[in-house]
């Protein structure tokens, strides 16, 4: 059992650029969540799959965000026109079909420039 | 909706000391509810959960938490701190209708003092 990977580590970019983060699961896990974290704060829930089947967003998750899980396998979170306000680390969980738990991956911390 | 009030953001204790962090939570439905260590520059660790059953839950690195539903309470607790247990501490709950999205406190950040 290898964890939850998330690509990049890190990410600098300018306003207005657009980026995308990887997320992969551990394997056989079908649900997977993105969270959002910013300083001082606890991570914030944004939109999470099950399978392939996107099942909730929150309000938080803009018309610029944009989340696919296409093969219900690994997922990518995509930011477009990035702002300023963006500026955050973005987690990426999984979760096996029982047991309630979500296991989180090490982040992508992105900055907005 | 459910939302999580961690009561101290900051606390600092010596070491070998006993240490409590104290997490409320509001819910209109049954919950299940989780305690997550996070180290700088690093994901979430989970340290321990409640889903049901006995309400003294124990964890990792010795921590342990009770559930208490008429005070709507889950406190963690360690009889005594290390150096190591220095990171920030995040309470955190779900529905407990299946696995759902987890809603997070503000965090507290235990320092250990040598």
């Known amino acids: 059992d290898t964890g939850v990977s998330q690509d990049p580590r890190h990410k600098i970019t300018k306003r207005g650029q657009n980026v995308t983060f990887r997320c992969d699961p551990i394997?056989?896990?079908?649900?997977l969540y993105w969270y959002r974290q910013t300083l001082g704060q606890g991570p914030e829930f944004l939109t999470y799959?099950?399978?392939?089947?996107?099942?909730?967003k929150s309000r938080l998750l803009s018309d610029r965000f944009s989340a696919e899980r296409p093969k219900g396998s690994f997922s990518t979170l995509e930011i477009q026109r990035t702002e300023q306000g963006d500026s955050a680390m973005y987690l990426c969980?999984?979760?096996?079909?029982?047991?309630?738990?979500?296991?989180f991956g090490p982040g992508t911390r992105l900055t907005v420039t | 909706a459910q939302s999580v009030t961690q009561l101290d953001s900051q606390v600092p204790v010596f070491e070998e000391a006993p240490v409590e962090l104290r997490c409320n939570y509001s819910s209109s439905v049954s919950v299940y509810l989780f305690w997550y260590v996070q180290y700088p520059n690093q994901g979430l660790q989970l340290l321990l959960k409640?889903?049901?059953?006995?309400?003294l839950v124990k964890g990792i690195n010795g921590f342990e938490a009770e559930f208490n539903k008429s005070q709507t309470s889950f406190h963690l607790r360690k009889p005594s701190v290390h150096i190591s247990d220095t990171a920030e501490y995040f309470c955190a709950v779900s529905r407990n209708s299946g696995n759902t999205p987890l809603v997070f406190g503000k965090g507290t950040r235990l320092s250990v003092i040598a």
């Open positions: 969980a999984s979760s096996p079909r029982r047991g309630g738990e979500q296991y």
């Open positions: 799959f099950q399978n392939e089947a996107q099942l909730e």
């Open positions: 409640y889903l049901s059953g006995s309400t």
């Open positions: 394997s056989e896990h079908n649900r």
